[in-house]
């Protein structure tokens, strides 16, 4: 059975192409992919994000299950409505899941997990959380939308009450802040400024139509794609999973190994960082006209590897993709394209920020 999210029919109305995402019916694209992608890049798009899963944790030793829980260290949050990317690991040092966690007080610390992980994101957390006496609430009766682009926070604020204006106006980037009924965080997926906003499923529709008379126009998972990987962030499932530890996937940025914090995976992840890995994530670009998929072959000077997430980037106007690599120098690098040795290079992502190309992209 497809679940819906309460924007659904708002979808259809709207003329949406609707696709199976994860065992959601979702947006691909209302028309044309890439010019969503262009109006977040430029003006403000909006996204159906309530298919993600927002999950309360409760309980006078939230903090010191969440040191356990993941990888990075909540510690860095101090004051109420910050928030903190993290990945959870299994013992094995591979990714359960990547999410963000928002503190908002000392006992009650809010997580926000893919779609297509939460049964066994519940199971694991749910699991670990009951040693420290943390109750775990799911919270299916919110819905989310993310606003995105250079225009988008101004666009947002102008729909919203003076006092709940004044502070979204305030908060700064991994920050959340309440009012009007709205959660409302300033992150996002697609390497522009923006909010997602977690709000109950009864105003979700009118949010959606005031955001649209406000100027902000609906994209969809295609759009979300491209963006994503323009703007160098992982997808999980496809950079990363179980088998993968996040020195392996770039995310070493996402793991504290703070003294005396004992989380799980992370004897894993020191060897790993003492001795080494053995396979690595970097950027390729392809100069060439064609399209870079997943699980093409990479051929490199150490051996091969394979492409991860690849695809056309609009504001490129060629080919991108993330590939998992032996380490090493890996020399003159090529992409095996339906049996032909095709030139790629490697290089540092982000590809694109603040619309615009990254150096040496």
């Known amino acids: ?34 010019e969503e992608h262009h109006l977040v ?8 994000v309530s298919h993600m899963t927002v999950v309360d944790l409760n309980g006078d030793r939230v903090r010191d299950f969440l040191r356990r829980l993941v990888a990075n260290s909540v510690d860095k949050l101090k004051s109420p409505g910050k928030a903190l990317y993290t990945c959870m690991l299994n013992p094995a040092g591979g990714v359960i899941d990547d999410l963000i966690v928002y503190f908002l007080s000392e006992s009650w610390f809010r997580v926000v997990v893919n779609a297509a992980t939460r049964d066994k994101d519940i199971a694991w957390i749910t699991d670990q ?25 101004a666009k947002v604020l102008g ?9 979204a106006e305030k908060i700064g980037k991994f920050v959340a802040c309440e009012g009007d009924g709205l959660f409302i ?27 649209k008379d406000a100027g902000v126009g609906p ?68 100069d060439e006209k064609g399209v870079l998929r997943h ?24 080919a991108i993709a993330f590939a998992r690599v032996p380490a090493g120098e890996p020399g003159e690098v090529q992409v095996d394209i339906r049996g032909k040795l095709v030139p790629v290079r490697v290089v540092k992502f982000p590809f694109v920020r603040d619309g615009k190309p990254c150096e040496g992209v």
């Open 295 to 318: 699980g093409q072959r990479v051929v490199t000077a150490h051996g091969d590897g394979e492409v991860l997430s690849g695809t056309f980037s609009p504001t490129l106007g060629k």
């Open 41 to 48: 890049r430029r003006d403000a798009g909006m996204f159906d």
């Open 1 to 34: 059975m497809t679940k819906k999210t309460v924007l659904n029919e708002t979808h259809r109305a709207l003329g949406a192409k609707m696709v199976d995402f994860g065992g959601w019916d979702m947006p691909l694209n209302y028309g044309s992919q890439i």
């Open 185 to 211: 965080a300033r992150t996002g997926y697609t390497g522009e400024d923006g909010f997602e906003i977690i709000v109950p499923e009864g105003q979700a529709v009118a949010l959606w139509n005031a955001l």
């Open 219 to 286: 994209a969809g998972l295609g759009a979300r794609d491209t963006l994503r990987l323009e703007a160098g962030m992982n997808l999980y499932g496809q950079d990363m999973d179980e088998t993968i530890s996040p020195y392996e996937a770039a995310l070493a940025w996402t793991v504290a190994l703070d003294e005396g914090r004992a989380f799980t995976g992370r004897d894993v992840l020191e060897k790993q960082k003492a001795e080494g890995v053995k396979r690595v994530m970097v950027g390729l670009v392809m």
């Open 129 to 153: 959380a009951a040693a420290f006496g943390v109750q775990v609430t799911e919270r299916p009766e919110l819905a989310m939308i993310a606003v995105q682009g250079p225009n988008a926070r």
């Open 159 to 167: 729909v919203l009450s003076p006092e709940t204006r004044a502070k």
